[in-house]
């Protein structure tokens, strides 16, 4: 296990989730800034299977992310660190906003600042998109992956979890090395 003390690690969380605005995959721009490319608690594969875990299970697929990392980091505290780090941002967040509609019941000044927030996500999506295509896109395969999955998503609307099941089903018949 790597040596990283509870507290950084509550810390870093705690950062993401009181900076990261927009769901899950405005946030996973973070996690991979701060804990792949800064921190380096985290190698690209051990991400992305993090990531993967985190959509296949029940709840909220960040927060599942952040569990999983938390568990592989310190185990059952690693993972309590984590959720404490993501989830008390909001909660605080939230309960003023709601406090404050309310009480005034106009959140025009709100909305215009979602506004701004919610075009700015799309730039860090795309950010996100850029650095794990460098490292994951590296042949005609994988390319081909990304593709199908982005027309089934975007035209075909399927289920996502549907999708990473096939994917996976797809990989195992692709990648496999030797026979089952």
């Given amino acids: ?34 804990l792949v490319q800064k921190k380096k608690w985290l190698t690209h594969e051990e991400f992305a299977e993090g990531v993967v875990i985190g959509q296949l299970t029940p709840g909220a697929p960040i927060v599942n992310t952040g569990i999983f990392i938390g568990y592989t980091l310190k185990r059952l505290k690693g993972a309590l660190a984590t959720v404490a780090g993501q989830v008390l941002p909001a909660f605080f967040l939230v309960l003023i ?7 005034y019941n106009d959140i025009a000044l709100i909305r ?20 794990m295509g460098k490292k994951f896109l590296t042949s005609y395969k994988s390319i081909s992956f990304a593709v199908i999955a982005f027309l089934c998503l975007a035209i075909f609307k399927l289920n996502p979890i549907v999708l990473i099941v096939i994917s996976g089903i797809g990989g195992l018949l692709v990648y496999r090395e030797g026979r089952l």
């Avoid at 993401?16 to 701060?34: D, H, Q, R, T």
């Avoid at 906003?97 to 009480?103: E, R, W």
């Avoid at 215009?112 to 996500?121: D, F, M, N």
Wanted: charged letters at 15%.
């Fill in 1 to 34: 296990m790597k040596e990283i003390s509870l507290k950084n690690i509550f810390l870093v969380f705690l950062k993401m989730g009181a900076f990261a605005f927009g769901g899950v995959y405005s946030m996973l721009a973070f996690f991979e800034k701060e």
């Fill in 97 to 103: 906003i709601a406090y404050l509609y309310i009480k």
């Fill in 112 to 131: 215009s600042i979602l506004k701004g927030i919610g075009a700015a996500v799309v730039g860090l999506v795309a950010s996100v998109v850029y650095s």
